[in-house]
């Protein structure tokens, strides 16, 4: 068998300069990849002839009778990369974008590049990145830097976590001190500021020396079109109940009726309509704002001690028959659930909201492991996972790297991930809806340390996401990663371990 693949590799000329056969250095992984007869120099693909055709029919006679579900088929490719010019067919505009990503990697990544012909299709149809921008603010272009990594390695989902309790991130209109105070504090690394005893004080816009920033309308309008060419969906978190101490500094009666609002200075107060009427009409704006048919309405470690105590929390409670606070979080998640669905859009929500029952349709981020999402699973949810030991990026990759927090999330760790795990059954796998590296930042303050952060892990997610079980392979994957950290670098990424200055 060896000996007639190094034969056939010999004919098709797909031979490095040590005689060894040429491998794809791809990430993520294809599902076929052939090679053909000759070389390309890489430097001549982007201009060869390129023949596109977008056709179902097409392609399915490609795949010669394997069965995709129709968002795989909207996303498949099939490519050939000859001398004289490329062939792609995919059944929509999404696979021919990600035919061109895998020829611009090919080209990126070689001097030259074999002729080939590959078949692709993804795993996963969530492969998505969350970038924390709350407790450190990057800004546009480096959002926008990163969607562009993302979509040369084909993945598809940007989570937007854009407020949080050091601060709020996008422009709200009816509400504009959440931008005009709560975006901007005198401290800028989020540790000092929040050890600090002035304790998380925000300062007016203008102030000299304040540090933040936040998203005009514009601006998000930008970065959507900008990942809406790249096939990313932009999915944007607004914080309920917990993570709310910048809410409730620029709008303290969203707090509970308790003396300075509750020792706690965490939550929303669920007791009072006027928390409904801010929360939705700040919901509205964001829906006016991002088309995804998904809000993540976050939902994670709220604590819930103030709502013990605030009579308009037992109020509500009693009204609507609810024995604890955790029911308390249930009903208001399954209200403002109610809300998206009035316009349109389906929730997320971290793991917790499991918590006093999960609101009919909700989809379940899994952060804590995988035993909360295996649980949505069962009871037929949808889910995401994002383990935080194995996919928070957060955490760092080397004891020995700068700021090391956290529990160790190497590089092959992150890659050991399976997010189907054998207990979900055939009939349930369509619940699992994909994976996502999660980076928050509450020690990461610089644009490069962030990127340091995400790469190369950020490539071990899209293989994750993208390619076939079978196609994993570490040593391989780990070869592949070296080789496309070499090329971001070049590109001006920093990627771990940086380069010394
Ligand atoms: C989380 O890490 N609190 C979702
Ligand atoms: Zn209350």
């Given at each position: 068998?060896?000996?007639?693949?190094?034969?056939?590799a010999?004919?098709?000329?797909a031979?490095?300069?040590?005689?060894?056969?040429?491998p794809t250095?791809?990430?993520?992984?294809?599902?076929?990849?052939?090679?053909?007869?000759?070389?390309?120099?890489?430097?001549?693909?982007?201009?060869?002839?390129?023949?596109?055709?977008?056709s179902?029919?097409?392609?399915?006679?490609?795949?010669?009778?394997?069965?995709?579900a129709?968002?795989?088929?909207k996303?498949?490719?099939?490519?050939e990369?000859g001398k004289?010019?490329v062939?792609?067919?995919?059944a929509?505009?999404?696979?021919?974008?990600?035919?061109r990503?895998t020829?611009?990697?090919?080209?990126?990544?070689?001097?030259?590049?074999?002729?080939?012909?590959?078949?692709?299709w993804?795993?996963?149809?969530?492969?998505?990145?969350m970038?924390?921008?709350?407790?450190?603010?990057q800004?546009?272009?480096?959002?926008k830097?990163?969607?562009?990594?993302?979509?040369?390695?084909?993945?598809?989902?940007f989570?937007?976590?854009?407020?949080?309790n050091?601060?709020?991130?996008?422009q709200?209109?009816?509400?504009?001190?959440?931008?005009?105070?709560?975006?901007w504090?005198p401290?800028?690394?989020?540790?000092?500021?929040?050890?600090?005893?002035i304790?998380?004080?925000?300062?007016?816009?203008?102030?000299?020396?304040a540090?933040?920033?936040?998203?005009?309308?514009?601006?998000?309008?930008?970065?959507?079109?900008f990942?809406?060419?790249?096939?990313i969906?932009?999915?944007?978190?607004?914080?309920?109940p917990?993570?709310?101490?910048?809410?409730?500094?620029?709008?303290?009666?969203?707090?509970?009726?308790?003396?300075?609002?509750?020792?706690?200075?965490?939550?929303?107060c669920p007791?009072?309509?006027?928390?409904?009427?801010?929360?939705?009409?700040?919901?509205?704006?964001?829906?006016?704002?991002?088309p995804?048919?998904?809000?993540?309405?976050g939902g994670?470690?709220?604590?819930?001690n103030?709502?013990?105590?605030?009579?308009?929390?037992q109020?509500?409670?009693?009204?609507?028959?609810?024995k604890?606070?955790?029911?308390?979080?249930?009903?208001?998640i399954?209200?403002?659930?109610?809300?998206a669905?009035?316009?349109?859009?389906?929730?997320?929500?971290?793991?917790e909201?499991?918590?006093?029952?999960l609101a009919?349709?909700a989809t379940?981020?899994?952060?804590?492991g995988?035993?909360?999402?295996?649980?949505?699973?069962?009871?037929e949810?949808?889910?995401?996972?994002?383990?935080?030991?194995?996919?928070?990026?957060?955490?760092?990759?080397?004891?020995?790297?700068f700021?090391?927090?956290?529990?160790?999330?190497?590089?092959?760790?992150?890659?050991?991930?399976?997010?189907?795990?054998?207990?979900i059954?055939e009939?349930?796998?369509?619940?699992?809806?994909?994976?996502?590296?999660?980076?928050?930042?509450?020690h990461?303050?610089?644009?490069?340390h962030a990127?340091?952060?995400l790469?190369?892990?950020?490539?071990?997610?899209a293989?994750?996401?993208?390619?076939?079980?079978?196609?994993?392979?570490?040593?391989?994957?780990?070869?592949?990663?070296s080789?496309?950290?070499?090329?971001?670098r070049?590109?001006?990424?920093?990627?771990?371990?940086p380069?010394?200055?």
């Amino acid at each position: 068998m060896k000996r007639i693949f190094i034969a056939l590799a010999l004919v098709c000329g797909a031979m490095s300069a040590k005689g060894q056969p040429q491998p794809t250095n791809l990430i993520p992984a294809p599902v076929e990849y052939s090679v053909h007869s000759g070389n390309i120099a890489a430097n001549k693909v982007a201009g060869l002839h390129e023949k596109v055709r977008i056709s179902e029919k097409a392609l399915l006679r490609l795949l010669e009778g394997k069965k995709l579900a129709d968002w795989q088929l909207k996303s498949a490719y099939w490519l050939e990369l000859g001398k004289k010019g490329v062939k792609i067919v995919a059944a929509d505009e999404e696979g021919v974008f990600y035919a061109r990503q895998t020829l611009k990697m090919m080209a990126s990544l070689d001097s030259t590049v074999s002729c080939c012909a590959i078949l692709d299709w993804p795993r996963f149809r969530y492969r998505g990145v969350m970038l924390d921008e709350s407790r450190h603010f990057q800004g546009k272009d480096f959002v926008k830097k990163q969607l562009e990594m993302m979509a040369l390695l084909k993945m598809n989902r940007f989570h937007f976590h854009l407020v949080d309790n050091p601060g709020w991130r996008v422009q709200i209109d009816a509400y504009p001190r959440l931008t005009k105070l709560t975006a901007w504090r005198p401290v800028s690394f989020f540790w000092d500021w929040e050890k600090n005893e002035i304790g998380g004080l925000f300062v007016e816009e203008g102030t000299p020396g304040a540090y933040g920033g936040y998203y005009t309308k514009q601006d998000i309008a930008d970065i959507l079109s900008f990942a809406n060419e790249r096939h990313i969906e932009v999915i944007p978190e607004i914080e309920m109940p917990g993570h709310n101490y910048e809410t409730r500094a620029a709008y303290p009666e969203l707090a509970c009726s308790l003396p300075n609002g509750g020792k706690d200075p965490w939550e929303l107060c669920p007791g009072k309509e006027s928390t409904f009427d801010f929360l939705e009409k700040v919901l509205l704006e964001v829906f006016d704002m991002f088309p995804s048919k998904y809000i993540h309405i976050g939902g994670d470690e709220a604590r819930k001690n103030n709502w013990k105590l605030c009579p308009d929390c037992q109020a509500r409670m009693q009204a609507e028959g609810l024995k604890s606070v955790e029911e308390l979080q249930s009903y208001m998640i399954r209200r403002m659930e109610r809300f998206a669905h009035a316009h349109g859009k389906r929730i997320i929500g971290w793991d917790e909201i499991l918590q006093g029952g999960l609101a009919p349709d909700a989809t379940v981020m899994s952060w804590h492991g995988t035993e909360a999402g295996l649980r949505a699973v069962k009871e037929e949810h949808d889910v995401i996972f994002t383990p935080t030991h194995y996919l928070y990026l957060d955490h760092h990759q080397d004891p020995a790297q700068f700021r090391p927090v956290g529990r160790q999330v190497s590089l092959e760790k992150v890659y050991s991930f399976n997010p189907m795990a054998e207990s979900i059954s055939e009939a349930d796998a369509h619940h699992v809806l994909g994976v996502q590296g999660c980076l928050w930042t509450e020690h990461v303050q610089d644009a490069w340390h962030a990127e340091m952060m995400l790469y190369p892990r950020v490539f071990a997610i899209a293989e994750t996401g993208w390619s076939q079980p079978e196609k994993k392979n570490w040593p391989d994957f780990e070869r592949r990663a070296s080789v496309l950290s070499a090329v971001a670098r070049k590109w001006g990424y920093t990627v771990y371990p940086p380069l010394p200055h």
